[in-house]
């Protein structure tokens, strides 16, 4: 397994590599404007919020690789990445869905051929105030709770009203059926965990990378300040948290894809990033961020511990 591992990252280096090397001269275009390439110049990209402490690490390893590369990153909605995508504002975005099927007919009526890639599994995590005791939830339990139908009434918080999350619950949980009228949004996922941690009926709504410890070489915690919650899967026999082999095998039920979508009509800065995350090295920085990553071959073992 290491050394498909290996060869891989050797191959998504080489890549860039020679992709550098062709482009060294730079390249312009037909108004004369030097372009840039896999690993030079300066783009703009938009990526979902909830992606921001992985997405700062990315771009930081990234940019000390290549001198010359220069990623702006603007965090936003999900909806609002894809609206720059849409409107040539951003041609690179982190998202968590993949093209649907209207701007896949939009692309090819413009016979536009955009790209896009699973680069990880993310788990979406429940938070609740230290003090609820509310901290062991089945799915049943999580739609109830989600669709108000739930006879303990909580607070539930999200980042913010257009969020993927707030879309990830309406579609994968609620099944199309609305939210209830006791949610709330807190504007930004930090925002999110203090309202939580300050008040005890408030259950959270939030991706999995900003409540966990990159510093924490064991991949075992999460924060402190609140709870995360325990969740059975319909099917599952144990209640588990939405650690990465339990989000990769389903035993944690709560979990989406995080995709590049990318735009260029070129092999320029875009394609060298968005390679660079799909590269050992940019896929072990989403492990350092407790997603799992969906381009490595990882296999699992069962192991007895005395």
């Known amino acids: 397994m290491m050394t498909r591992i290996i060869r891989r990252s050797q191959i998504a280096v080489i890549s860039l590599a020679v992709a550098a090397l062709l482009t060294s001269c730079g390249r312009a275009n037909k108004s004369g404007v030097q372009q840039d390439t896999p690993t030079a110049g300066t783009i703009r990209i938009s990526v979902d919020e909830t992606y921001r402490p992985l997405m700062e690490a990315e771009i930081k390893v990234f940019e000390s690789l290549y001198k010359n590369a220069h990623i702006i990153a603007e965090y936003k909605p999900e909806a609002e990445c894809f609206k720059d995508l849409l409107a040539d504002s951003s041609r690179l975005i982190f998202v968590t869905r993949d093209f649907s099927e209207a701007e896949k007919a939009y692309f090819k009526e413009l016979k536009i051929s955009p790209q896009s890639l699973l680069l990880a599994w993310d788990g979406v995590a429940l938070i609740t105030n230290r003090s609820n005791p509310d901290s062991i939830l089945t799915m049943d339990q999580v739609r109830k709770i989600m669709d108000g139908s739930d006879s303990t009434k909580h607070q539930i918080v999200f980042d913010n009203?257009?969020?993927?999350?707030?879309?990830?619950?309406?579609?994968?949980?609620?099944?199309?059926?609305?939210?209830?009228?006791?949610?709330?949004?807190?504007?930004?996922?930090?925002?999110?965990?203090?309202?939580?941690?300050?008040?005890?009926?408030?259950?959270?709504?939030?991706?999995?990378?900003?409540?966990?410890?990159?510093?924490?070489?064991a991949s075992i915690e999460f924060t402190n300040k609140v709870q995360v919650v325990k969740v059975r899967a319909d099917y599952g026999s144990e209640f588990v948290k939405p650690y990465q082999a339990y989000i990769a095998l389903g035993s944690y039920q709560l979990k989406r894809g995080l995709f590049y979508c990318l735009k260029e009509p070129y092999s320029g800065l875009g394609s060298g990033f968005a390679t660079f995350l799909g590269s050992y090295e940019g896929q072990m920085i989403i492990a350092k961020f407790r997603l799992f990553p969906a381009r490595l071959n990882v296999v699992f073992r069962e192991a007895n511990i005395k």
């Open 161 to 217: 009203q257009n969020s993927s999350t707030v879309r990830y619950v309406r579609d994968s949980i609620n099944k199309g059926k609305p939210l209830p009228p006791n949610v709330m949004a807190a504007k930004t996922n930090p925002e999110v965990v203090d309202y939580v941690a300050k008040m005890k009926d408030a259950i959270g709504v939030i991706g999995v990378s900003w409540i966990s410890d990159p510093n924490d070489s």
